[in-house]
């Protein structure tokens, strides 16, 4: 299967050597063109994006996905810690802002200033770390106050920002005041929407009371994909996109609200991942046998099996197991018996021609037919985005157009 043969480079640099996977992940940069394309109509050109690339870039891998979102015209990226932040910084070809929304170990906040990462701020202690990285530094610690609006996760009560501002005004030199931010409490779904409101108001009020001590944030955000589409309100002056801009919606309640508010039936994006593999052994099966491991799977007829070298320790779930589906020769087939660590079996009875090493799709498109990432959530009773972020890192990635 071509798809799966990726170039590597010896440790020693003396040559080149050829290897294939078991699987491969494709990156479609002419979808993730469309979809920031669609996004930034759809904000505004006042709006700036930021391209959310945590937990590996939702599964399309961090040192492939943003060097294709930077030729989008991606300036900023946000992340969960530090060291996805150095990996971001490491795969840029130009500066851009790079925002860490979470972790950064108290150790660690003198190399986060001195290389001028962006991070929030959603407990006072961090504040005094800062102001001493900002002074072995030289640097200007580049700070977003995360507040606390109703969600009860991260982000500063209204005591500690207090305190956070007396500790500020006391050190105007240490600080750039990029931005004050909140998250919402399940912008994804309508049954939160009062809870969203107040949320809101909550941090209107926050960002007035700051104006008024003579904190002004260069930038106000708040929206995640699922706010910036069902609360138009809160994109403000930046939007933190994050499972948009790989052609996913948040929610089906997301999607109906924005085909209503568009009046369109159309979906605007384009899943930008594929996940592939190949045929590694064929073999036929009488009836009344089992296939695979225990008891789940009897074949009721004399069927032909094909076994494909992936399994739940690759990305593929034991929840799929009797259930799951893929496409080979442009046909949908079920998977049978129980998935393995490293390999699982569908059933190609009736597919003529089938041969070792055709491909097989577990995630994309293969002639008229498509599985998507939604395929896996029915099954297996997981969130999209948790399908995607438990891709493992070591599937190769490779960007087509």
């Given amino acids: 299967m071509a798809n799966l043969h990726v170039p590597m480079i010896s440790k020693t640099q003396e040559q080149n050597q050829s290897l294939h996977y078991p699987s491969v992940i494709e990156l479609s940069k002419s979808a993730l063109e469309n979809n920031f394309r669609f996004l930034r109509e759809y904000y505004g050109e006042d709006v700036r994006i930021s391209s959310v690339v ?5 599964g399309h891998g961090i040192s492939h996905f943003v060097p294709i979102a930077e030729s989008c015209g991606i300036d900023h990226f946000s992340v969960f810690s ?3 932040a150095v990996q971001v910084r490491s795969a840029l070809r130009n500066h851009a802002d790079v925002m860490v929304m979470g972790w ?9 200033v001195a290389d001028e990462y962006e991070f929030y701020v959603f407990e006072p202690e961090v504040l ?3 102001i001493e990285a900002s002074k072995k530094t030289g640097k200007k610690a580049k700070i977003h ?3 606390e609006t109703g969600m009860n996760r991260t982000g500063l009560t209204s005591v500690e920002l207090r305190a956070c501002v007396k500790i500020l005004k006391q050190n105007p030199d240490n600080f750039i005041i990029r931005g004050l931010c909140t998250h919402y409490a399940g912008a994804e779904s309508i049954s939160n929407y009062f809870r969203i409101q107040k949320q809101y108001k909550n941090y209107n009020r926050t960002y007035k009371w700051l104006a008024r001590q003579g904190i002004v944030p260069d930038i106000m955000h708040t929206a995640c994909s699922a706010a910036s589409v069902a609360y138009p309100k809160t994109r403000m002056d930046m939007v933190r ?7 996913f919606w948040p929610s089906p309640e997301t999607f109906i609200y924005y085909t209503h508010g568009n009046h369109t039936n159309q979906n605007p994006l384009s899943h930008v991942i594929s996940w592939k593999s190949s045929l590694m052994s064929i073999k036929n099966v009488k009836s009344g046998e089992f296939v695979s491991y225990g008891t789940t799977y009897l074949a009721k007829q004399d069927m032909t099996i094909a076994i494909i070298p992936t399994g739940y320790s690759t990305g593929y779930s034991r929840s799929l197991s009797n259930q799951g589906r893929v496409l080979i020769h442009g046909q949908r087939v079920g998977v049978v018996g129980m998935v393995n660590m490293n390999m699982l079996i569908i059933d190609i009875t009736g597919i003529e021609e089938v041969k070792i090493g055709d491909e097989v799709v577990f995630i994309g498109d293969q002639g ?3 599985i998507t990432v939604a395929s896996f959530v029915e099954f297996s009773d997981q969130l999209n985005y948790e399908v995607l972020a438990r891709l493992p890192q070591n599937i190769p990635r490779v960007i087509v157009e």
């Fill in 54 to 58: 945590k937990a590996n870039a939702y």
């Fill in 82 to 84: 530090l060291d996805e």
């Fill in 104 to 112: 950064i170990d108290p150790a660690d906040y003198e190399m986060a």
């Fill in 128 to 130: 005094p770390l800062a």
């Fill in 145 to 147: 106050l995360e507040i």
């Fill in 241 to 247: 996109v994050g499972i948009l801009q790989y052609g």
């Fill in 368 to 370: 008229e037919q498509d």
